[in-house]
C-alpha cells in the first residue's frame, strides 16, 4: 500500500504501509503530530500540527477525528509495546481494534468533523473520502455487502418475528449515527427524535473511547476488583438522596426490577406488588408479570393474584380529569386509589411488597404524575410494611431538565431506584441502587449474588464518560431549555390543529395526543400513525406509545437542539395540514353520501 503524505505541514517521514489522520486537536504521545517507533513526527513540538497533518504507524490504518489517534494491534507507538495509542498526554493499550469497531458505509462525501472510523490493515484512506467499494475486499464488515432486502430476508430467517423492529411494513436499516442523526444504507441522514438510548448523542467520541479503551486492556468476569466498578457507583450514589448508597450493576432495566423484586420479598416477607395500569417494567417472566402494557393485549392472560394495578394517573383520559380537576386534587385523588388496594391487601392479612412506578410513564403514553401522587401513595405502601421503587430507566440522568431523576420533583425518597438505557449510551448496562440496609438482605439469608457481565470494566468506563459528558456539556439545562421551546411550539401547534387533543413534555421527554373528537377526547391511532410515516418520509424519525397507540412520543438524544425543534414542528405542521384536510374531505364524502342515500 502507498503511503500518503501531507506536504508544507508536517515535517514527519513516513513509517511503512500505512496512515494515520489527526485533526487539529487530537494529539499522539507527549505532543500533537508525535508518530510511531521509528519515526518522530514532530510538528513544531507542542505545537497543533492542523487538520492536515499525518502521522504514520506501521502495518495500520485508523482515521480518529477530534478526539484521540487509534492504533491496532500491529501496529506500535513511540515508546510503547504493540497495540498502544496515543490519546492526549497518555497512553492506553488497544488490541486490534478493527475488530472492534467495523467501518460502515461512508459516502464520498467525507469525513465530519466528530467521526470515528477504524480501517483494516491495507486499505489505503485519504481525508477527502473512504471510497464504499473498498470495503467490500476487506471483510472487515461483511453486513455492509449485504442489501436491505437480504438482510430483511435473514432476519426473517434467524430472528423470532416476535422482535419487532419500527415501521415494520418498510423497516429503516441504519448503518451509522452520530450525535442526534442517523443514517441508511444509502446514506440518506434522518433526524432521532426517539432515541433515548443515545442519551448524550450517538456514538459520542468521548463515550466510544471509554469503552473502547476498556475492551482493549480487560473486560471480564465482575467478579475480579477494577477501579471502574466503584468509581462508578460512588457516581451513581453522589447524584442520589444520601441513604442509596449501595448499586447493584446488571445489564438491563428488566433485570433491575426482576432483582428488585426479589430483594423485596426477602426483606420484607411479603409478595404482593401494586403497579400502575399499561406500566412497562420489562422482559422477564416476573417483569412482564407487572407490565399491562404487555398482557394487555395477551390472548387467554391470567393475571397473576400477588399483581394489584391501580389506575393510570392520566389527567387527559383517566378516571379523574383535567380541567374538572386541580393537578393537586389529582394526585389526591388517584393516590387514594392506591391506598385503597393496599388497605384491602391489609384486611385480608398480608402486606405489600413493592409498589413499582415509572417516575414518568413512557410505554403507556408519556403520562406525568399529577403533583403530589407519590407522597401519599408511598405512605400507604410503607404502612403495610412495603418498599416503593423508582423506575428511571426511561427518565433519568437529567432528561427532564429540572432535576437529574425525575422522582425527586414528587419531593420523595424511593427505597429502589432502577436506571438503564441511556446510562451507556448504547452499550449495555444497567442498575439497582438501594439502601445498604435493603441490600445487605442477601448477606444475611446467605444468598451469594453475582452477575457476569453486570458492572464490567467496559460498561462502567461507558457510565462514567456519560455522566461526565452530562456535566460538561450542562445537558441538563440544555433539556430544560430545549424541552421549554419544544412544548411552548407543540401547544401553538396544538392550537392550530383540531388532531392534538393534548401536548405534555418536561424537558426532552414529551407526548401529543392524537384525537378525532377533542371533545370526547377519542383517540386517534390511525391519524397518528399517518403521522409517523409522513414525518418518516420527510427524514424524521418519531413514534407512538399508550394504550391507544395514538401518543407521538418524543424523547431525542440531549444534545437535540432549538434548530431542530423547528425542523420537526415545520414538517409536522405540514403533515397535520394534509392530514386535516384529508379528514374533511373523507368526512365531506361520507356526509354527501348519506345525503343520497337519504334523496
Same mark, same amino acid.
Given at each position: &500500500?502507498?503511503?500518503?503524505?501531507?506536504? *508544507?505541514? $508536517?515535517?514527519?517521514?513516513?513509517?511503512?504501509? +500505512?496512515?494515520?489522520?489527526? /485533526?487539529?486537536?487530537?494529539?499522539?504521545?507527549?505532543?500533537?503530530?508525535?508518530?510511531?517507533?521509528?519515526?518522530?513526527?514532530?510538528? *513544531?513540538?507542542?505545537?497543533?500540527?492542523?487538520?492536515?497533518? @499525518?502521522?504514520? $504507524?506501521?502495518?495500520? @490504518?485508523?482515521?480518529?477525528?477530534?478526539?484521540?489517534?487509534?492504533?491496532?494491534?500491529?501496529?506500535?507507538?513511540?515508546?510503547?509495546?504493540?497495540?498502544?495509542?496515543?490519546?492526549?498526554?497518555?497512553?492506553?493499550?488497544?488490541?486490534?481494534? =478493527?475488530?472492534? &469497531?467495523?467501518?460502515?458505509?461512508?459516502?464520498?462525501?467525507?469525513?465530519?468533523?466528530?467521526?470515528?472510523?477504524?480501517?483494516?490493515?491495507?486499505? /489505503?484512506?485519504?481525508?477527502?473520502?473512504?471510497?464504499?467499494?473498498?470495503?467490500?475486499?476487506?471483510? !472487515?464488515?461483511?453486513?455492509?455487502?449485504? /442489501?436491505?432486502?437480504?438482510?430483511?430476508?435473514?432476519?426473517?430467517?434467524?430472528?423470532?418475528?416476535?422482535?419487532?423492529?419500527?415501521?415494520?411494513?418498510?423497516?429503516?436499516?441504519?448503518?451509522?449515527?452520530?450525535?442526534?442523526?442517523?443514517?441508511?444504507?444509502?446514506?440518506?441522514?434522518?433526524?432521532?427524535? !426517539?432515541?433515548?438510548?443515545?442519551?448524550?448523542?450517538?456514538?459520542? %467520541?468521548?463515550?466510544?473511547?471509554?469503552?473502547?479503551?476498556?475492551?482493549?486492556?480487560?473486560c471480564t468476569n465482575s467478579r475480579f476488583l477494577h477501579d471502574n466498578m466503584v468509581l462508578c457507583a460512588q457516581k451513581i450514589a453522589s447524584t442520589m438522596?444520601?441513604?442509596?448508597?449501595?448499586?447493584?450493576?446488571?445489564?438491563?432495566?428488566?433485570?433491575?426490577?426482576?432483582?428488585?423484586?426479589?430483594?423485596?420479598?426477602?426483606?420484607?416477607?411479603?409478595?404482593?406488588?401494586? !403497579?400502575?395500569?399499561?406500566?412497562?417494567?420489562?422482559?422477564?417472566? =416476573?417483569?412482564?408479570?407487572?407490565? %399491562?402494557?404487555?398482557?394487555?393485549?395477551?390472548?387467554?392472560?391470567?393475571?397473576?393474584?400477588?399483581?394489584?394495578?391501580?389506575?393510570?394517573?392520566?389527567?387527559?383520559?383517566?378516571?379523574?380529569?383535567? %380541567?374538572?380537576?386541580?393537578?393537586?386534587?389529582?394526585?389526591?385523588?388517584?393516590?387514594?386509589?392506591?391506598?385503597?388496594?393496599?388497605?384491602?391487601?391489609?384486611?385480608?392479612?398480608?402486606?405489600?411488597?413493592?409498589?413499582?412506578?415509572?417516575?414518568?410513564?413512557?410505554?403507556?403514553?408519556?403520562?406525568?404524575?399529577?403533583?403530589?401522587?407519590?407522597?401519599?401513595?408511598?405512605?400507604?405502601?410503607?404502612?403495610?410494611?412495603?418498599?416503593?421503587?423508582?423506575?428511571?430507566?426511561? @427518565?433519568?440522568?437529567?432528561?427532564?431538565?429540572?432535576?437529574?431523576?425525575?422522582?425527586?420533583?414528587?419531593?420523595?425518597?424511593?427505597?429502589?431506584? @432502577?436506571?438503564?438505557?441511556?446510562?451507556?449510551?448504547?452499550?449495555?448496562?444497567?442498575?439497582?441502587?438501594? =439502601?445498604?440496609?435493603?441490600?445487605?438482605?442477601?448477606?444475611?439469608?446467605?444468598?451469594?449474588?453475582?452477575?457476569?457481565? *453486570?458492572?464490567?470494566?467496559?460498561?462502567?468506563?461507558?457510565?462514567?464518560?456519560? &455522566?461526565?459528558?452530562?456535566? #460538561?456539556?450542562?445537558?441538563?439545562?440544555?433539556?430544560?431549555?430545549? *424541552?421549554?421551546?419544544?412544548?411552548?411550539?407543540?401547544?401553538?401547534?396544538?392550537?392550530?390543529?383540531?388532531?392534538?387533543?393534548?401536548?405534555?413534555?418536561?424537558?426532552?421527554?414529551?407526548?401529543?395526543?392524537?384525537?378525532?373528537?377533542?371533545?370526547?377526547?377519542?383517540? #386517534?391511532?390511525?391519524?397518528?400513525?399517518?403521522?409517523?410515516?409522513?414525518?418518516?418520509?420527510?427524514?424524521?424519525?418519531? +413514534?407512538?406509545?399508550? %394504550?391507544?397507540?395514538?401518543?407521538?412520543?418524543?424523547?431525542?438524544?440531549?444534545?437535540?437542539?432549538?434548530?431542530?425543534?423547528?425542523?420537526?414542528?415545520?414538517?409536522?405542521?405540514?403533515?397535520? +395540514? +394534509?392530514?386535516?384536510?384529508?379528514?374533511?374531505?373523507?368526512?365531506?364524502?361520507?356526509?354527501?353520501?348519506?345525503?343520497?342515500?337519504?334523496?
Open positions: &500500500m502507498a503511503v500518503q503524505k501531507e506536504r *508544507g505541514l $508536517c515535517n514527519s517521514e513516513p513509517v511503512q504501509h +500505512s496512515t494515520v489522520w489527526v /485533526t487539529q486537536h487530537s494529539t499522539a504521545q507527549h505532543s500533537v503530530g508525535r508518530t510511531a517507533q521509528h519515526s518522530t513526527a514532530q510538528c *513544531g513540538s507542542a505545537q497543533q500540527c492542523g487538520s492536515h497533518s @499525518t502521522v504514520q $504507524c506501521e502495518h495500520s @490504518t485508523v482515521v480518529w477525528f477530534s478526539t484521540a489517534v487509534w492504533v491496532t494491534q500491529h501496529s506500535t507507538t513511540q515508546h510503547s509495546s504493540v497495540g498502544r495509542t496515543a490519546h492526549k498526554s497518555n497512553i492506553f493499550p488497544v488490541a486490534n481494534c =478493527t475488530s472492534i &469497531m467495523a467501518i460502515d458505509d461512508i459516502a464520498e462525501g467525507g469525513l465530519s468533523n466528530d467521526s470515528l472510523v477504524v480501517v483494516p490493515n491495507g486499505l /489505503t484512506v485519504t481525508k477527502d473520502k473512504l471510497l464504499p467499494a473498498s470495503l467490500q475486499s476487506t471483510g !472487515i464488515s461483511e453486513t455492509t455487502a449485504l /442489501t436491505k432486502a437480504d438482510t430483511l430476508a435473514l432476519r426473517n430467517k434467524h430472528i423470532s418475528n416476535s422482535c419487532t423492529v419500527f415501521f415494520h411494513e418498510n423497516p429503516l436499516k441504519i448503518v451509522r449515527a452520530q450525535r442526534q442523526y442517523m443514517y441508511d444504507e444509502n446514506g440518506i441522514e434522518y433526524l432521532d427524535c !426517539i432515541n433515548n438510548v443515545a442519551h448524550v448523542g450517538h456514538c459520542h %467520541p468521548k463515550v466510544v473511547a471509554a469503552a473502547a479503551n476498556q475492551l482493549a486492556q480487560q438522596p444520601e441513604q442509596l448508597s449501595v448499586v447493584f450493576f446488571v445489564n438491563s432495566g428488566s433485570e433491575a426490577n426482576d432483582l428488585a423484586i426479589r430483594l423485596s420479598r426477602h426483606y420484607t416477607g411479603h409478595k404482593d406488588v401494586v !403497579i400502575l395500569d399499561h406500566a412497562y417494567h420489562g422482559t422477564t417472566i =416476573t417483569t412482564t408479570d407487572i407490565s %399491562p402494557h404487555k398482557w394487555h393485549h395477551l390472548k387467554d392472560y391470567k393475571q397473576k393474584k400477588w399483581v394489584h394495578v391501580a389506575p393510570q394517573p392520566d389527567a387527559y383520559r383517566g378516571m379523574f380529569r383535567s %380541567p374538572e380537576h386541580t393537578d393537586a386534587d389529582l394526585g389526591r385523588l388517584y393516590a387514594g386509589e392506591v391506598e385503597k388496594i393496599t388497605d384491602r391487601i391489609a384486611k385480608e392479612g398480608r402486606g405489600v411488597g413493592l409498589f413499582l412506578a415509572e417516575s414518568l410513564q413512557s410505554c403507556a403514553g408519556q403520562v406525568f404524575l399529577p403533583e403530589g401522587y407519590l407522597k401519599p401513595v408511598y405512605e400507604a405502601v410503607r404502612s403495610t410494611g412495603g418498599l416503593c421503587l423508582a423506575d428511571e430507566v426511561q @427518565t433519568g440522568f437529567g432528561r427532564i431538565g429540572t432535576h437529574y431523576w425525575a422522582f425527586q420533583e414528587q419531593g420523595v425518597i424511593p427505597d429502589f431506584v @432502577t436506571i438503564g438505557k441511556s446510562m451507556g449510551n448504547g452499550f449495555p448496562v444497567a442498575a439497582l441502587v438501594t =439502601t445498604p440496609e435493603i441490600a445487605g438482605t442477601f448477606v444475611k439469608m446467605g444468598i451469594e449474588y453475582f452477575n457476569s457481565y *453486570g458492572g464490567n470494566a467496559a460498561s462502567c468506563a461507558a457510565t462514567l464518560a456519560v &455522566m461526565q459528558v452530562i456535566e #460538561d456539556e450542562q445537558l441538563q439545562n440544555h433539556a430544560k431549555r430545549v *424541552g421549554d421551546y419544544f412544548l411552548t411550539g407543540l401547544i401553538a401547534l396544538q392550537k392550530k390543529h383540531r388532531q392534538i387533543g393534548d401536548v405534555r413534555g418536561k424537558g426532552l421527554f414529551l407526548g401529543i395526543e392524537i384525537v378525532s373528537d377533542r371533545v370526547k377526547r377519542i383517540p #386517534d391511532a390511525c391519524t397518528a400513525h399517518l403521522i409517523i410515516m409522513a414525518m418518516r418520509a420527510r427524514n424524521v424519525i418519531l +413514534s407512538v406509545e399508550g %394504550p391507544a397507540d395514538n401518543v407521538v412520543k418524543i424523547k431525542p438524544p440531549m444534545c437535540f437542539t432549538t434548530a431542530n425543534v423547528d425542523l420537526l414542528l415545520g414538517i409536522m405542521d405540514e403533515c397535520l +395540514s +394534509s392530514a386535516g384536510e384529508a379528514a374533511v374531505a373523507i368526512e365531506s364524502a361520507i356526509e354527501r353520501d348519506h345525503v343520497l342515500n337519504e334523496e
